[in-house]
């Protein structure tokens, strides 16, 4: 059954590092989208792309994180200077007809980065 | 007021019960309406979708009241691998919105 994967499973990284992390959605679909876990708390959308540019984003993605497809599989998530609160479980998820109402709307997640901020 | 509110639980129910999860959300211009499943340090799982008229799938069932802005699920004669936390999930434009989720442990 085809997966979203992603790399690293965990990241340790000091305060003011960069990280990016890396997924790679299933191949034919065409919506991706990450989102964030932080312990305990409820998984939160960050960003969402399609057609090659960001589609809609929210108030947590902010000029500190930035997304792109390099090529034709991968989907990177890069945050560029890293705060002790960007801890938290990063999900990657694709779907294959994006999130409008004619579809069923069911985004496919992978098993998640855990990043860890020191 | 949360765009997607959920009771936080834990529920904590024996094996074999019936099971009730509420969710209210707030913005009216939502679209499409999901419960999803999210095993404890994994990813989130489609469940259902869940429809005007009202949906089931085996054990589960689904209603929306849209004039209320109220989702449910009922899971009925509980499993012990029905454990989980179950996060209610609006779609509003191109975004995927997920509640806090509400917790379920099945006691055998």
């Known amino acids: ?118 | 007021r949360k765009e997607v509110e959920q009771d936080p639980g834990p529920f904590n129910v024996p094996e074999g019960a019936t099971v009730a999860f509420n969710c209210t959300y707030s913005n009216s211009a939502s679209q499409s309406f999901f419960w999803y499943r999210q095993d404890c340090r994994k990813e989130p799982k489609l469940l259902m979708s869940v429809y005007s008229s009202g949906n089931e799938d085996g054990r589960f069932t689904a209603q929306l009241n849209r004039a209320s802005q109220y989702i449910s699920l009922l899971i009925r004669d509980s499993k012990l691998s029905d454990s989980a936390t179950y996060l209610c999930v609006v779609n509003r434009d191109d975004k995927i919105i997920f509640g806090k989720g509400t917790r379920l442990h099945i006691l055998p």
């Open chain 1, 1 to 118: 059954e085809p997966e979203v994967t992603q790399t690293p499973s965990h990241q340790v990284t000091q305060m003011g590092q960069e990280v990016i992390l890396r997924c790679v959605p299933i191949s034919n679909h065409l919506y991706f989208y990450w989102y964030r876990q932080i312990l305990g708390q409820k998984v939160e959308f960050l960003v969402s792309f399609y057609n090659n540019e960001i589609s809609e984003k929210s108030e947590i993605f902010d000029d500190q994180f930035s997304v792109e497809r390099p090529d034709g599989s991968n989907f990177t998530l890069k945050i560029r200077s890293t705060k002790l609160e960007d801890s938290a479980m990063y999900f990657c998820a694709s779907s294959v007809e994006g999130t409008s109402v004619q579809n069923t709307g069911e985004l496919f997640f992978g098993e998640g980065s855990r990043l860890t901020v020191l």
